[in-house]
T-cell receptor, first 116, second 114 residues
Framework: EAQVTQNPRYLITVTGKKLTVTCSQNMNHEYMSWYRQDPGLGLRQIYYSMNVEVTDKGDVPEGYKVSRKEKRNFPLILESPSPNQTSLYFC???????????????FGEGSRLTVL | AQSVTQPDIHITVSEGASLELRCNYSYGATPYLFWYVQSPGQGLQLLLKYFSGDTLVQGIKGFEAEFKRSQSSFNLRKPSVHWSDAAEYFCAVGGSGGSYIPTFGRGTSLIVHP
């Protein structure tokens, strides 16, 4: 089954304790992205990756890191989490450059993070 | 730069009533347009998409959307809403080039009254 898998789905942590949210897709997609969703603000892009070893900042990258060492994986790293990073996080992936599929995003089920 | 506006933060309808969710976009060339739905506790799922051709597109769950270039709009419609349609709906616009990066609207929350 084609899917994007995120882990953990729920996490409560404390300020400053490094954490990683994993994301894996089994569709051989080039494009992967992380979003955060906050009430009233919709989806905001954190980082994205066009392919292996190619990453770039989105709209709200501060406090986050990513890596893309393999095509299927795109982990989100919070080196020193703070309470303002409490949010619902989504990973998404897509094929690129192959209309009409171009641009359709496949989303994971989300990871709800609480930083105390 | 591309952008999407969903003017309605919340929409309340009665079950069985018709629905229209508004979406206006800004993009300099031919846009790719999408509607996604997010049910409570779930990720986003594609409802429908427009790339070219017929401006009225059909999607899953009985939804349709109409692309109106002159109005820069891509409104989502359903003739009869079911209680299970209560969800958050996101409109998104992307480019027609190979390095597509979609831009999302802020979403519209649909509340369905019995």
């Amino acid at each position: 089954e084609a899917q994007v898998t995120q882990n953990p789905r729920y996490l409560i942590t404390v300020t400053g304790k490094k954490l990683t949210v994993t994301c894996s897709q089994n569709m051989n997609h080039e494009y992967m992205s992380w979003y955060r969703q906050d009430p009233g603000l919709g989806l905001r892009q954190i980082y994205y990756s066009m392919n292996v070893e190619v990453t770039d900042k989105g709209d709200v990258p501060e406090g986050y890191k990513v890596s893309r060492k393999e095509k299927r994986n795109f982990p989100l790293i919070l080196e020193s989490p703070s309470p303002n990073q409490t949010s619902l996080y989504f990973c998404a992936s897509s094929l690129l450059g192959q209309p009409p599929v171009t641009g359709e995003l496949f989303f994971g089920e989300g990871s709800r993070l609480t930083v105390l | 730069a591309q952008s999407v506006t969903q003017p309605d933060i919340h929409i309340t309808v009665s079950e069985g009533a018709s629905l229209e969710l508004r979406c206006n976009y800004s993009y300099g060339a031919t846009p790719y347009l999408f509607w996604y739905v997010q049910s409570p506790g779930q990720g986003l799922q594609l409802l429908l998409k427009y790339f070219s051709g017929d401006t009225l597109v059909q999607g899953i769950k009985g939804f349709e959307a109409e692309f109106k270039r002159s109005q820069s709009s891509f409104n989502l419609r359903k003739p009869s809403v079911h209680w299970s349609d209560a969800a958050e709906y996101f409109c998104a616009v992307g480019g027609s080039g190979g390095s597509y990066i979609p831009t999302f609207g802020r979403g519209t929350s649909l509340i369905v009254h019995p």
